[in-house]
């Protein structure tokens, strides 16, 4: 029986600067960062013969984003024309206590937002950014 959505995994091009935007500037906790070792074969894992990956486990609340910097093959970037009505995942949700407080912060550290926080239905609230590798994540605070 499946029970719970455990965590989230991004494929990142660089894995320091990822850290910095999501440890640094978004608040989540570094529990472990795994260099690329012989024992753990991700080949047999995710189809890669092969590959190999630096691996960060990042925590926020119960959930964890697990960020992966693959070093061989190296990852093509996200199509810059790739919208959120693209078939696959689209964002990742996270929880604002105060999304228009957390907009002009993150704004002013140079963030780039799909547009300004919308009520989307009463006492919701919600804004897409992009990340450092144009991932689009939500802030989304509820009253």
Known sequence: MITALEHT???VSNLERSLAFYRDLLGFTVERILEPAPER????????????ARIAHL???PCM???FEYLDPRGK???KERTQA???FIHMGLTSTDVRSDYRRLKERGVEFYGEPVEFRPGVWVVYFRGPDGETAELRQTS
């Open 9 to 11: 995994a991004l494929s």
């Open 41 to 52: 074969d991700l080949g047999r894992i995710n189809g890669l013969p092969g590959s190999s």
């Open 59 to 61: 925590r926020l609340g």
């Open 65 to 67: 984003l697990e960020l």
């Open 77 to 79: 970037p996200q199509p």
């Open 86 to 88: 693209d078939i696959g």
